[in-house]
């Protein structure tokens, strides 16, 4: 009848189709999805609690590291210059922001990836540095990390 198919992890089976089925071929059917379905769930919270161990992680990482928390005191200040900054493009190598109207494109200096870090189409507040000739945003991103980037160049 149907072939079982290991890369989709299911019987292919529409409600026209359903009628040819007789009662123990629809039970051992819904029994197959089921336990796909428990296998699914069984990965999601395998994810959800690497996920939560990661998040702890970087809230030590926050804590013990003095940069994070020099950035977190300065940004609560009011003197410090604001600016809403929208993330156009992330990938492993750059990150391309907007800011009035202007793309600043900053290319990765010390570490690595920036997908997952920033996501395409996100308004983040930056603090703004112009002092010397240069731009310095500093940003925290997805994973309330504080980042600083250095102008890279403008496109328009």
């Not at 600016?83 to 391309?96: G, H, L, M, P, R």
Request: net charge neutral.
């Amino acid at each position: 009848m149907y072939g079982w198919f290991q890369q989709e992890s299911y019987y292919p089976i529409s409600a026209g189709e359903g009628r040819h089925y007789n009662d123990y071929e629809l039970r051992r059917h819904i029994s197959r999805l089921e336990r796909h379905l428990v296998e699914v769930q069984e990965a999601l919270s395998a994810c959800t609690k690497k996920n939560g161990a990661l998040k702890k992680d970087l809230e030590v990482v926050r804590q013990q590291s003095p940069v994070q928390t020099q950035n977190d005191q300065t940004y609560q200040q009011p003197a410090v210059d604001k600016v809403n900054v929208k993330c156009i493009v992330a990938t492993e190598t750059s990150v391309t922001f907007e800011i009035s109207g202007k793309r600043l494109t900053f290319d990765r200096d010390y570490y690595g990836n920036y997908v997952g870090e920033y996501t395409p189409g996100k308004v983040y507040v930056a603090m703004a540095d112009y002092g010397a000739g240069q731009i310095y945003l500093s940003m925290k991103d997805d994973n309330e990390i504080w980042h600083t980037f250095r102008y890279s160049r403008i496109q328009s």
